[in-house]
């Protein structure tokens, strides 16, 4: 059974800097892209970055080029995502999130190719 457990969330100031980690268990991790997604409420969920299986391939969305940073760790089945210079619009829910397939070394941003789910995790920027 495949769990997404998602930690790192809080609250910051306009400028400031957080990691997430998402732990994977349950399934054959390293041979699977997994993914950041977040959702404002009242909005879609949408894509925020992504990562092959070696970790060797990233995909960001604009909105967070050059500030946000996904890396994994396949020995310790876990993700990682390093948010800086964040600001009031990256405030949301985070979610951590396995891509349907595996031995993918192209993972997009399209929400409908993962399909298993974390509970998620709050951050919250203040101006």
């Known amino acids: 059974q495949v769990q997404l457990v998602e930690s790192g969330g809080g609250s910051v100031q306009a400028g400031g800097s957080l990691r997430l980690s998402c732990a994977a268990s349950?399934?054959?991790?390293?041979?699977?892209?997994m993914g950041w997604f977040r959702q404002a409420p009242g909005d879609e969920r949408e894509a925020v970055a992504t990562?092959?299986?070696?970790?060797?391939?990233?995909f960001y969305a604009d909105s967070v080029k050059g500030r946000f940073f996904i890396s994994r760790d396949n020995t310790k089945n876990t993700l990682y995502l390093q948010m800086n210079k964040l600001n009031p619009e990256d405030s949301a829910t985070y979610y951590c999130a396995r891509r349907m397939r595996a031995y993918e070394s192209y993972c997009g941003l399209a929400r409908a190719e993962f399909t298993d789910w974390g509970q998620g995790t709050q951050v919250t920027v203040s101006a």
């Open positions: 990562i092959s299986p070696s970790g060797g391939s990233t």
């Open positions: 349950g399934y054959n991790y390293p041979i699977y892209c």
